[in-house]
Structures are given as C-alpha cells and as structure tokens.
C-alpha cells in the first residue's frame, strides 16, 4: 500500500527528529569525558556510602519463584529454562495486588540498616515494568493494583533524602523482538523506556544495567548519551556492555561506566577500580517461602570485607506478594542497623586498607586513621606486617584495651581487657599521617 503525500512528509520529518537525537545522544557520550576529578567527585557519595539496599520485586513474587529465570523461555536468543509456563508467568500481573506496599516504609527499613541508597528492579529480564510506561503495555497499571510503584518510591526516597537508583534489564526474554531481525525496534522501545525511568521521577542517582551472558545489541553509544543527558550526575554500573559469559567474568569497566560488579561473591581487593558486589540476603534475588535467611555475622561480615576490599555492599531484599518486606528479613537488617548506629566510622567514608582482607583481619582507613577489623579473633596477640608510619594512638571501638608493639618488622596487637568480641573486634590505630598513602600490604594468617 502507498502512503499519501502528507504521511510520507510526517514520516520523512519523524526519520530527522529520530536521527538529530541519535546524533545529540551520540555527541553526549562523546562529550562525557571528563577528569579524574570530577569523576571522584561524581562517585564520592556512593563510595561514603558503602552500603545499599537490592530490591528485587514483581507478579513473580506470587509463585515464590526465582524473578525471571522461573520463566519458560519463549525467545531462542535468552536463557531462561525456568519451569513456570510462559502462559503462566506472563499473566501473574491480572492477580497481583501488593495492597500494604508502602514506599515510605520501604525506605525506612532501609535507613534503619544503616543503608545509604535503595535500588529497585524498574524492569528485571521478564518485562515487567513496575510504573506506568506508556512505551510497554506490560506494567503495573495493568494490574489491579494499578498504582506507580518507582513513583511512589521516588517521592519516599527524595523526601527521606536517601539516595535511589533503577535496576534496569536491557534484554527482554518476552518481548519477541529483543536480539531478532526486528532487534532495532525493540531498543527503540527501550530507550523510550529509559526516558520515562530517567525523566519522570526526579533526580536519580544511580542505574543498574544487567546482563544475561548473551549478545547486547543494545545501541550503547545512544543509549549511554541518552541516560548522561536526562541525568548528567548519575553513576551506571559496568553490565550494559558485556556481550558474552567472558565479559561477565572478566568484569571490565567501559568507558560509559563507573563501577564493576561482581555477584553473590565478595570482590577481590582493588583500590584502583571502583566495585560494588551484590549479593542475597537469602539464597535468591525475589522473595521465597520458608527462605534461609543470612545470619546478623554472615551480613556483617559480608559488608566488612566488601569495604576492606575498598569495594560497596549491595544487599538485596525481596518483598512480599503483599508488598511488605519480610519480618525475618527487616530483623536481621535492623540489627546490622545497630551495630552501625555503633561501629559506622569503621564502614562509611572509608577505604579499603592498608592491609588487604585476610581470612579474619580486614582493615579501612580515614584519613590518619586506620582500623582492624578482627573477624575470627579468640584472643592472644595479632600479628601484622609493619606500617611505614607512626602509631600515635591506639584503642577499642568495641571496648576494653590493647597493648601495642611496633618494630620495623612486624605491629603486634593484644587485647588485654574485656576480651574478643563475638562478631568483630575494632581495633582503631591513629598515625602520624595519611593512612590512604600507605601501599596496600599483605598479611599472612
């Protein structure tokens, strides 16, 4: 069939408006280099902060199932093998009604565990979008419980002033579209989708681009300008450029991102690299019944060494169908809450070091300060390597008293009163300069 002169003229004036934006898109990514020191000082919030709360959440939450891989798959170019029948899946939405979700709540949880930025699953690799997208059909205003789940999140999080952030899925296993003949349509779709996460709700602080180890064909150099020009500020994770299982492994950082990731693992020690390992605070991303759930010392001991590694802890929660954020889950983060209303200044606006992470000796530092985190300690004396500075001062976060030694060869440490602690002792060393100076040292346990 022919188009008529006057749609072809709007189709020709749509194709201009299209490519002028590729190319501003484009421009703006070219444009986005910039120092090392407003890099550092873009990402100085995050690295304070250390510590932030996953939120994994949608219609899957009704099977208890894992979020995404529990979908039969539906589109040969994705992963998913999961037992829950495309039928199935893709129609949990008609039931789903989380009537006690409360945003306001959420963020309090978070901030009462002593967590310093929320990341909520706008989009996970199902399709589900939890606001009212008018780019996807498939999101919560087709539910009955109809409400904008990343606006009300929004509005909490701005008001409480805790930094937010959007984990967001570029690959869709049920768009039938997605890494096909018809793959431009479907970023298209995403990118319009991208707008409305980025330019709806307000300032946003951080995006969570995932991968699934298969092709990205995902239009990077637009879609990386489309996000710095709706949000210049914001800190984007390493994942929306790998492309196979070795990207995913080898964990680079391009140069439209900030910060690699590793996943349900601690990362290695890398003071050079920023990096944020995300991890469960049961045994998968969305919420299961009866689930274990990680203990006060495994959550604790998880962020210590993530921080001692100079990396951050992203800590994930799954709601519940009903929208509440399970009991089990909010006492073990309230008392992780605790310990750091107590202990923070070992944790947050710190850096990994100058002892890289043993197996029970971690260490951070703050400016003349460092501090020993003995994970495992059951008294008598820990030995370390010497620093090449002065030790001023010496004393117990966690109480009692310590007898110091210091030699060219070795800095010897005992506490002498009130004894170890069960979960850590902190031991706080004060010098005569600069901790952050110090090359990292490796101790032998």
Known sequence: MKLKAGSLLIACVLAVVALSASICWAESAQTAAETKEHRDARLAWWREARFGMFIHWGPVSLKGT????????????????GAIPVEVYDNLYKEFNPVEFDAQEWVAIAQASGMKYVVLTAKHCDGFCLWHSKAADYNISKTPFIRDVCAELAQAAHAAGIKLGWYYSPMDWRDPDCRT????????????????????????????????GKSAPWDQKNTYGLVRQLQPQIIINNRLD??????????????????????????????????????????????????????????????IKCVGGDGNLLLNVGPMPNGKIEPRQVEVLKAVGKWLERFGESIYGTRGGPFKPGRSIVSTNKGNVVYIHALEYGGGTIKLPALPRKILESNILTGGAIRLAQTEAALLLTVVKDGPQEIDTIIKLTLDGPAVQIPPVTIEE
């Open 66 to 81: 894992e979020i995404s891989w529990s979908r039969a798959n539906s589109n040969p170019e994705c992963p998913n093998q």
């Open 181 to 212: 003949e018809r793959n431009a349509v479907y970023v298209a779709s995403m990118q319009g989708q991208l707008r409305e996460i980025l330019g709806s709700y307000g300032r946003i602080d951080l995006l969570w681009f995932d991968t699934d």
């Open 242 to 303: 790998m492309g196979s299982a070795g990207d995913y492994n080898a964990q680079q950082i391009g140069p439209n991102a900030d910060y690699y990731t590793p996943e349900q693992r601690i990362g290695g020690f890398d003071n050079q690299r920023p990096w944020e390992t995300c991890m469960t605070l049961g045994t998968q991303w969305s919420w299961k019944p009866d689930d274990d759930i990680k203990s006060l010392k495994e959550c604790l001991h998880t962020l």
